[in-house]
């Protein structure tokens, strides 16, 4: 028996189907353009909070041109006032900006997450931070921009009506993700952080709004300063072999550096040594000062060599212009821990590079067969995964900030080995850590999720006692 032929069909059903697509169409591109903007305004504030780093920087040159001295004077009256100007007005912008967009990414209560991630918050953050680097702590900006970033893209998410929790906590990702690929000029290094230290959840890592966030700020900030490298092109090569011994050296004292470099700023969070913690709790602003004394003496000692982020002296070490002695790394080292102790808002990501190329520098005296400059990036890769534990970041971040490849196996090898013997001295992840002691200082406590490192649930807002830092950054071309 012969079928008939299917009705066709009418006109009308033609119209609504072209209707419903239309309007699924327009709503989609209502929901993705404010993050393409967000992800705009999150290069824009990268690039300007760079030009404002730049700026404080040379501040603090001219100061120190006129007489070292005066350092003494206005380290300590300038972190008093950084400290006090943060507890009075902008509590939540106390700290690096990691740990604070990591607690954001555990909690579901967004009340909470608006007040951490506000627009308000964010610009406190630049001009703090920018403050802090002007008046000679050992801080730097690429943490903070992570938390700019993700308040940008928090404040889109919200704009657009987003109710879904893990669009929402997706918004904050690509955020974060996108501020460290504009600040370092490392789109993969973003993606990467964004992966590996950011977040534990399969359906962010995937997120198709983190990529494109991150391509998007890496653009704008491209188009905006051009394109550079952070530490310039390098090309220095690790041969297998003999050359291997630069591997384990800046493996494991990079490792044992970094760790315990993290353990104290650990143990700082969560009230040890005691006699400090408790001074620095009941006394904040005296605290403060004392701690820009300190700095103040160990930057004259130092010659100046340990103010701001330390990207110049970082730099001169890896292009084999300046040749500090093993005395600069240690200096450096305790000025970041001593200005995370002060509470200013401020990072830990440029002077950790810093210290990195001081122990490079350092350890390639005893390697004379071995480039320099390869120990040198060897150092800056082992410091940095042991101080953060994200070996596959810091492989990534260090490729391409020094624009080389051909040294990936031995970056990756020095990373994993620092990572290792990090993890023997400091237990938890530092960001881990610190977000965790966040979150606490926000409220009561609260059952422990067994795969987050924060509570679960935030019931009330009280402050926020982390303390972190940052500074200038690489000349823009």
């Not at 989609?28 to 730049?54: C, E, H, K, M, N």
């Not at 890496?218 to 550079?228: D, K, P, W």
Request: aromatic fraction near 10%; hydrophobic fraction near 45%.
């Amino acid at each position: 028996m012969r079928q008939g032929k299917p009705p066709l069909p009418n006109a009308s059903t033609h119209i609504r189907h072209i209707r419903r697509s239309a309007w699924v169409t327009t709503t989609q591109w209502r929901r993705t353009l404010p993050y393409w903007v967000g992800a705009i305004l999150v290069g824009i504030a990268a690039v300007s909070f760079a030009a404002l780093a730049d700026a404080a920087a040379q501040l603090r040159s001219q100061v120190l041109s006129w007489d070292p001295r005066v350092m003494i004077l206005v380290m300590p009256f300038g972190l008093g006032l950084a400290t006090w100007l943060t507890r009075r007005f902008f509590r939540s912008a106390q700290g690096s900006g990691i740990p604070q967009t990591i607690a954001t990414l555990n909690t579901e209560d967004f009340s909470l997450v608006g007040r951490i991630l506000s627009l308000r918050v964010a610009l406190a953050k630049i001009f703090m931070t920018v403050f802090g680097i002007a008046v000679g702590a050992s801080i730097g900006r690429e943490g903070p921009t992570v938390q700019i970033g993700a308040a940008i893209m928090h404040a889109f998410s919200r704009l657009t009506g987003t109710v879904n929790v893990t669009m929402r906590r997706g918004a904050i990702l690509a955020g974060g993700a996108a501020g460290i690929s504009a600040a370092f000029n490392t789109p993969l290094a973003g993606i990467v952080f964004a992966i590996e230290e950011l977040t534990h959840s399969f359906e962010q890592r995937t997120s198709g709004t983190m990529l494109t966030s991150v391509i998007i700020s890496g653009v704008t900030a491209l188009a905006l300063v051009g394109n550079y490298s952070y530490f310039g092109h390098t090309n220095v090569e690790v041969p297998v072999g003999t050359a291997w011994a630069a591997v384990l050296g800046c493996g494991i004292f990079g490792g044992i550096a970094g760790g315990c470099f993290s353990a104290t700023l650990v143990q700082f969070s969560q009230g040890r040594p005691r006699f400090i913690s408790a001074y620095a709790q009941a006394r904040p602003i005296k605290f403060a000062m004392l701690c820009g004394l300190v700095l103040a003496v160990i930057g004259l000692i130092s010659h100046g060599a340990t103010y701001g982020t330390g990207y110049a002296q970082a730099r001169a070490i890896i292009d084999g212009r300046e040749h500090y002695p093993a005395s600069f790394f240690l200096y450096k080292l305790s000025a970041t821990v001593i200005s995370y102790w002060s509470g200013i808002p401020g990072g830990i990501f440029a002077p950790s590079l810093s210290v990195g190329a001081g122990i490079g520098g350092w350890i390639s005296q005893f390697l004379p067969h071995t480039s320099a400059g390869a120990v040198v990036l060897l150092g800056v890769v082992g410091y940095f995964s042991a101080v953060v534990q994200a070996p596959l970041t810091a492989t990534v971040i260090v490729m391409e900030m020094s624009d080389n490849q051909q040294v990936t196996l031995a970056f990756m090898a020095t990373s994993f080995l620092a990572f290792g013997v990090s993890r023997v001295i400091c237990k938890k992840s530092l960001y881990g850590a610190l977000a965790e002691r966040f979150m606490t200082s926000f409220s009561p406590p609260t059952r422990m999720n067994e795969t987050s490192p924060v509570p679960e649930e935030v019931t009330s807002s009280t402050d926020e006692a982390l303390p972190s830092p940052k500074g200038e950054s690489p000349p823009h071309h």
